[in-house]
């Protein structure tokens, strides 16, 4: 009962104000009554809440969005009392709860409006180093306490409050208040809606109004075009708060860009924390070379790119980035092996690749171009001979403000027809590099479909369905919309593909959207400019075919990104518990294989190897002059030796006196000077250091050998004596010192003169030896081996023995005769032979005669060696008054002479110049083996290098997804 007297007496006061205020008497209705009167006293039936066809809607979440509701008053009359003092009395009361009305209400908007631009604002955490350290320290040296205390109390404070309950005094003014209130309270009311802060689809529909204005509209206006308002509205509302962030954008890449000026000039320099997705993208690098023999796979996340060949992945991907980055051409295959881009937030827009140090800057048209022509070269090098595509990947991070940070993979187009100039397996190539990485259960499918054609011609659907049938992790998008609605002459049609209707797949959300007029000068801003138009001008959207969250790249780059970390933040932890016990197996199988040895990755063991290669190369500095010399002087004449014999001694000794024996030993000493030896030492001498070389490389050192050095050790020796060169002024300073040292005939005591004696004999018992075999393997065994290993002769050892006798007989008839058979001589020969039954050619004659006469010739020279012996005192006299002439003993005295000084010069240009050239050959050839991991992983080979490798690997990988977790889980 006392609510009704209440009630009533409520009214009293509203009838007895509308009075007072309008000075009319009488009856009021009920609309002309103040709003907080009617809203408190008379309040009417709760009207059916009015819902928007166009309503919130995500096709990534299901959950609904929170919807709000004004509730308008209804009429309703109550008898009017006249208790002026109560009515005046009430409306003071209710003062308070009006002022606490709307500080709760101010209070509540303002709060929540800071906390939203406080998300907004970048974290600037780690650039505190920019303010100076004093600020710091202020509280070192300001006593906020004491200035805290000296500001007034809040008493005082409060009383530089007006009172408000003087303002109760003046009626005009309270009905003045009152109208204020109203305009604060409906402030309050609108500001404070969830969905108008954050400026969503349904901003526009909940705004406070007037009760019978919004009856009038509702009835005017219909409901179709009330949806077509509320559409055009959202779209520009959208649009508008697009333009704000990107303002927002900018002004935090200038803010950035300040900052980074100020760190290069050198003001505090630190280093800065990688960020999360780089982390992220290094795990993946590794991931991608390590190939070990425990089947652990790489089941982390990254977003692949598919879809038909021209559909548009790439111009996608470049939208995503926001830069032209990749190679375009008009309807060939362009992507030809896989691109895994990285965009991460910065604040330069710039792109690097993960083995090049050089930064791109995608604000600048030449950089943009010099990176596609990178981007193809590295292609084009990436596929084999006889191939089109190439399953090897190109690591390529872009980074930029506004970016959202994600790892792509963009794949070639999927084709369906091998044209000419493609390798015959093209498309079972790019079908298996695809299913490849879509095989994997965390990745997420960008299906991309080309909506300009039919679908029924698309094949990348069919493959997406294959390898992800219920659609959990694939996002369909729908490209060249503006052509398709043009061209397709059912609307509905599109419709269809978005909502999933068409295709046999299933996505976990559809988007469409417009990648430029195909023109490939087109830049980011323009493509986003010409979307933005054509999508606010759009039948599709217009007419709810298509939503608002369903189109231009921007919301797509949002989804993907939001789907990517979420498929992270559930799978990372449990790839990194599959290395953990990967890295526990292979261990345990390095202690039980290889217990006493360290676990030397590849790299290590070049480096290990290098170290033992330099130090064998130093190992030549500390031959002896003496070995060095003796070697030398030895395969020298070795190599000599048949060209000194046979073409100086030899037709030397055949003239008739000494005069024309020392001419023509000179005449032919100064030939070969000028034109064979000095080039036959120098090759010689490099032959020697090939051969030192090796012998150092390849001599085992005990127990401190390890074999899987040689393949390694062989290959560093071949290709730096490949690469070395003799220097080519040796020859020329060679040349002048041999001819110098073999014009010198002066033997200057007896104990040279001997050394000369036993040179000789050396040489000459040396041919007479290989003379002697000759002739037996041409005449065949004697009679004793006959008889002893019953051995026979051929037909032709018996022709060339009856030769042999023939001649023989013809030598002791006459043992000084000339080195060459007369035609009567060999016609003589012939016929005995002939007479006793043996037919002969006169060829076979003259090889006989050769042997045999050379045979004969060397055995007089020994013995003429043991006459000169004391010869010595006669040469001293010129051999006056003596019949002992020893010319040829002096030849091979400046034989030897020359061997011993040209020995000794080889030996200064080798420890002087050439080994320290072929040490620095030898750093440069381990410098590049050090660099090219194709030429270490087929030198460095077994099941020990393949182990440590594995071992490296798996622990590299566990330790950067561990750092990555741990940062992960700071973000949150």
């Known amino acids: 009962m006392w609510r009704a007297r209440r009630a009533a007496e409520a009214c009293e006061v509203c009838q007895s104000l509308v009075s007072a205020r309008y000075a009319v008497r009488g009856t009021l209705s009920l609309p002309r009554l103040h709003l907080i009167s009617r809203s408190l006293h008379h309040p009417r039936p709760l009207r059916p809440q009015f819902r928007l066809s166009c309503q919130p809607f995500s096709s990534l979440s299901h959950l609904p969005l929170r919807r709000w509701k004004l509730s308008p008053a209804k009429p309703s009359y109550q008898p009017r009392r006249h208790f002026w003092p109560a009515r005046l009395a009430a409306r003071l009361l209710r003062l308070r709860y009006l002022l606490l009305g709307s500080a709760v209400g101010g209070g509540y908007t303002a709060k929540k409006t800071f906390d939203q631009w406080k998300d907004m604002m970048p974290d600037l955490s780690d650039y505190k180093w920019i303010v100076p350290d004093f600020v710091w320290q202020l509280d070192e040296y300001i006593d906020f306490e004491k200035l805290s205390k000296a500001l007034p109390d809040s008493e005082s404070l409060a009383k530089l409050v007006p009172d408000l309950d003087k303002l109760a005094g003046s009626f005009s003014l309270l009905k003045d208040f009152f109208s204020t209130g109203h305009k604060l309270v409906s402030e309050v009311v609108g500001a404070s809606d969830p969905l108008l802060l954050l400026g969503t689809s349904g901003e526009t529909a909940f705004r406070a109004t007037d009760a019978s204005e919004s009856d009038r509209q509702f009835k005017k206006v219909t409901d179709k075009e009330r949806v077509e308002q509320l559409q055009e509205e959202l779209l520009r509302t959208q649009l508008k708060y697009q333009r704000i962030l990107e303002r927002l954008e900018k002004e935090n890449k200038e803010l950035r860009k300040l900052v980074l000026q100020k760190d290069d000039k050198g003001i505090h320099h630190r280093n800065l924390k990688k960020s999360l997705i780089d982390m992220y993208s290094e795990v993946l690098d590794v991931l991608s070379d390590y190939d070990a023999s425990y089947n652990t796979q790489d089941h982390l996340p990254r977003v692949v790119v598919v879809g038909d060949q021209s559909a548009g992945k790439t111009s996608v991907l470049e939208m995503i980035a926001q830069a032209r980055i990749f190679p375009r ?27 090049s140090s050089r930064e791109f800057d995608l604000t600048k048209e030449e950089d943009l171009a010099a990176l596609r022509r990178e981007i193809e070269l590295r292609m084009r090098k990436s596929v084999k001979e006889g191939c089109t595509v190439s399953p090897e990947t190109i690591s390529l991070n872009v980074k930029g403000p506004g970016l959202q940070r994600m790892v792509l993979v963009d794949l070639p187009g999927v084709i369906n027809t091998v044209t000419s100039g493609m390798a015959p397996d093209t498309k079972e190539t790019i079908f298996s590099i695809s299913k490849a990485y879509m095989q994997n259960p965390n990745a997420i499918i960008l299906c991309i479909q ?32 503006d052509l398709a609605e043009k061209n397709v002459a059912s609307p509905s049609r599109i419709q269809q593909i978005i909502e999933g209707k068409l295709f046999p797949m299933k996505a976990l959300g559809y988007f469409a959207v417009v990648t430029g007029k195909g023109n490939s000068s087109e830049s980011i801003e323009a493509i986003r400019d010409y979307e933005e138009e054509f999508f606010q001008n759009s039948k599709l959207l217009k007419t709810s075919m298509l939503k608002a969250h369903q189109v231009t790249t921007r919301n797509l780059s949002l989804a993907v990104s939001d789907c990517f970390w979420k498929m992270v933040r559930e799978s990372v932890e449990q790839q990194a518990d599959s290395f953990k016990a990967t890295r526990f197996n292979l261990e345990t199988e390095w202690k039980n294989n290889f217990p006493r040895l360290r676990e030397l990755d590849r790299n290590e063991l070049f480096e290990k190897a290098k170290n033992e290669i330099l130090d064998e190369v130093i190992s030549l500095s500390q031959v002896t002059p003496k070995h060095w010399e003796e070697i030398l002087q030895q395969t020298l004449w070795e190599r000599v030796s048949t060209h000194v014999i046979e073409n100086i001694y030899l037709p030397a000794a055949q003239t008739m006196n000494s005069g024309t024996f020392n001419t023509t030993v000179d005449i032919k000493l100064k030939q070969w000077t000028d034109k064979q030896l000095p080039s036959k030492a120098v090759e010689v001498a490099w032959e020697t250091l090939q051969d030192e070389f090796s012998r150092f490389m390849t001599e085992p050192r005990g127990k401190e050998h390890d074999d899987i050095f040689d393949k390694l050790k062989q290959a560093v020796k071949e290709e730096s004596i490949k690469r070395h060169k003799w220097n080519d002024f040796a020859e020329d300073s060679l040349r002048v010192i041999q001819h110098n040292a073999l014009e010198d005939r002066s033997i200057t005591d007896k104990q040279q003169w001997d050394a000369a004696i036993y040179f000789m004999e050396e040489a000459l018992r040396g041919r007479l030896k290989d003379t002697e075999t000759v002739l037996e393997n041409m005449v065949g065994p004697d009679w004793k081996k006959r008889w002893m290993n019953w051995m026979g002769r051929t037909q032709e050892q018996s022709v060339h023995n009856e030769t042999k006798n023939e001649l023989e007989k013809m030598l002791k008839c006459n043992e000084e005769h000339p080195a060459y058979l007369a035609s009567d001589e060999i016609t003589t020969v012939r016929k005995n032979l002939e007479s006793r039954g043996v037919e002969v050619d006169p060829c076979l004659i003259k090889d006989t005669w050769h042997q045999v006469y050379r045979r004969h010739f060397l055995k007089t020279a020994l013995s003429h060696c043991n006459l000169c012996r004391r010869g010595f005192y006669y040469y001293q006299r010129h051999f006056v008054d003596s019949e002992l002439e020893c010319n040829d003993v002096v030849l091979f005295w400046r034989i030897q002479r020359m061997l011993s000084i040209t020995a000794n010069t080889l030996r200064q240009q080798l420890t002087n110049t050439e080994v320290r050239r072929l040490e620095k050959n030898v750093k440069e050839v381990l410098e590049d083996f050090a660099e090219d991991s194709e030429k270490k992983v087929k030198l460095l080979t077994g099941k020990r290098v393949q182990l440590a490798e594995d071992l490296k690997k798996v622990r590299e990988i566990q330790e950067k997804l561990d750092a990555f977790i741990e940062a992960l889980h700071q973000e949150k």
């Open 450 to 481: 080309d909506g300009s054609v039919d679908a029924e011609r698309s094949i990348v659907t069919d493959l997406v369905s294959q390898m992800d049938p219920h659609g959990r992790r694939t996002i369909f998008v729908l490209t060249k919309v």
């Open 329 to 355: 051409g008009s309807g060939e295959m362009m992507t030809r092996s896989p691109v895994k881009v990285t965009l991460s937030e910065g604040p330069h827009h710039v792109a690097l690749f993960k083995d």
